[in-house]
């Protein structure tokens, strides 16, 4: 099934969700530019704990380096988790953003049509998406919902959709938050690596 979502997540991509990957390149942008302002800050209070460490060094050669290492390995640790926590926060306020009116529509109407043979599923949207998009995705459609598929609002749902297989055994989630954990976990890395070599600075 993971092939298949694959599949599918590179068709939305061809289908015209290109504007996704302009976003993330401003996202990671922004979050490159908010990451610097957090590194200097992190840079300054290093400097505090470092000038702190001495002190202490002086008192207790030892025990003061082992709480300067320490503190060293916390410092890096809770900026590593700060900036993970703000790149995270903005990519999922700009999915959020992008997955609604005609992209979402899209989106939906792709994803739909590329799986009309797969069996029968339910689009599961939230209220307000459902309203507002009910009567376009109905009549873009139209033979999909003749073979048994349905558009439905969904509580669960707070901004794009899933996919659910009428039996309730499985679903494929294509909501906000879904989207966004799977590009942070994929850019990550790229976070990781500005924060290692800032400290290696």
Not at 45 to 64: L, N, P, T
Not at 171 to 187: D, G, K, P, R, W
């Amino acid at each position: 099934m993971d092939v298949q979502l694959k599949e599918l997540l590179e068709k939305i991509n061809k289908d015209g969700v290109e504007s996704a990957e302009q976003k993330a390149a401003e996202i990671v942008s922004d979050a490159e530019k908010k990451a610097a302002d957090i590194i200097a800050k992190a840079k300054k209070e290093a400097e505090k704990i470092v000038s702190d460490g001495q002190a202490e060094a002086k008192k207790a050669e030892i025990g003061g380096k082992a709480a300067i290492s320490q503190a060293g390995r916390d410092l890096v640790l809770k900026t590593k988790t700060e900036i993970e926590s703000l790149f995270k926060s903005i990519v999922e306020s700009e999915i959020k953003s992008a997955m609604s009116g005609s992209t979402l529509e899209q989106a939906v109407t792709t994803v739909v049509k590329a799986w009309a043979d797969k069996g029968e599923y339910t689009v599961e949207l939230s209220e307000k998406d459902f309203s507002e998009l009910e009567s376009g995705l109905k009549s873009k459609l139209s033979a999909e919902l003749k073979k048994g598929y349905e558009i439905k609002p969904f509580k669960g749902v707070e901004s794009g959709f899933r996919l659910s297989e009428k039996d309730g055994a499985s679903y494929f989630n294509f909501t906000a938050e879904a989207v966004a954990s799977n590009i942070s976990e994929l850019l990550n890395p790229k976070l990781a690596e500005i924060v290692e070599s800032s400290v290696k600075e």
